[in-house]
């Protein structure tokens, strides 16, 4: 149990890649949402009886978890290459905010 939150302290270490925003990173969003889904399934397995399938199921969970921050992330970051970033915030905003507005598109 400790080293599972001991090993949330080293991530700005194991992170490598030198885009920071998830959002200029695909495969990354990928394996982080694969992440949330095994934290989910380790929370719902922790709830349940030592048992079963539970404790395998969870055993599963807990090694993806691991090797998310282990094995993955440090990977990603080198091998990733991110989609281009914008040259500006303002840039980014102003291109959002162009969609047509309902009263603009009747």
């Known amino acids: ?11 700005p ?12 990173r695909p495969v990354y969003r990928v394996f982080f949402w694969l992440l949330m889904a095994a934290w989910l399934v380790l929370a719902y397995c922790g709830s349940k ?13 807990a ?4 090797a998310y921050f282990l094995i993955l992330l440090p990977m990603i970051g080198v091998l990733e290459t991110p989609s281009p970033m914008p040259t500006s915030i303002s840039g980014t905003q102003s291109a959002r905010s162009r969609a047509p507005t309902p009263t603009e598109s009747s």
């Open 13 to 24: 270490w194991l992170d490598t890649s030198r885009v920071r925003s998830a959002r200029f």
């Open 1 to 11: 149990m400790f080293g599972s939150i001991g090993l949330l302290f080293l991530v």
């Open 49 to 61: 009886p030592p048992e079963g399938a539970y404790v395998t199921v969870a055993r599963v969970a």
């Open 63 to 66: 090694a993806y978890y691991f």
